[in-house]
């Protein structure tokens, strides 16, 4: 079979699903014809009353952003000790490589924490309460990560293989 035969065949399948698809169309009822209603009946002050943001949803957001960066810095003390020593190579890579500087992992962990941030941030801007208390626990998740990674250094550092809660999930 040639290349223009195979190409007619697809067309004519093509043709036929479509025809198809008009006549499954035809049978449906018509749409219906949006009725015009007078709303002029309606013209009292609305009951709507955005959520108020609040300082404690701010105070929220920042002892966890804090939180995180407390382990942060713990996390790349550890790490660049640990570096300098050649007891190990990093085990998150990504944007950093094997032997990143400090400056890198700084930069690594401000773009991880942004977009952690990012729903939390976006919920309080438009007053989505809900969302918002469910993502501003999230600086707290990276700043547990950046704990056990600091934990896995020291115990490196200290001539020991992490175990346990220092070797975090596998």
């Known amino acids: 079979m040639n ?6 065949k697809g067309l004519r399948v093509i043709v036929a699903a479509l025809a198809l698809v008009t006549a499954a169309f035809a049978q449906l009822p018509d749409a219906p014809q949006p009725q015009f209603t007078d709303y002029s009946v309606h013209n009292y002050a609305s009951t709507f009353k955005p959520e108020a943001r609040g300082k404690k949803k701010l105070f929220i ?7 995180e960066l407390i382990a942060d810095s713990y996390d790349i003390h550890e790490t660049e000790k640990g ?10 890579t990504w944007l950093v490589g ?10 690594q962990s401000s773009l991880e924490l942004g977009l952690t ?6 919920s309080y801007v438009f007053r989505q ?15 547990i990560k950046h704990i056990q990674g600091g934990n896995q250094w020291k115990a490196l550092l200290a001539g020991k293989k992490p175990t ?3 070797q975090g999930p596998e």
């Open 83 to 92: 570096l300098k020593a050649g007891v190990a190579l990093e085990g998150n």
């Open 98 to 107: 094997s032997r990143p500087s400090a400056k890198a992992l700084w930069g």
């Open 61 to 67: 957001l920042a002892a966890t952003t804090g939180f």
């Open 117 to 122: 941030m990012a729903p939390a941030v976006l």
């Open 3 to 8: 290349l223009e035969v195979i190409y007619m």
């Open 164 to 166: 346990g809660g220092e």
């Open 129 to 143: 309460t809900a969302l918002y208390y469910g993502t501003a626990g999230a600086p707290v998740i990276l700043a």
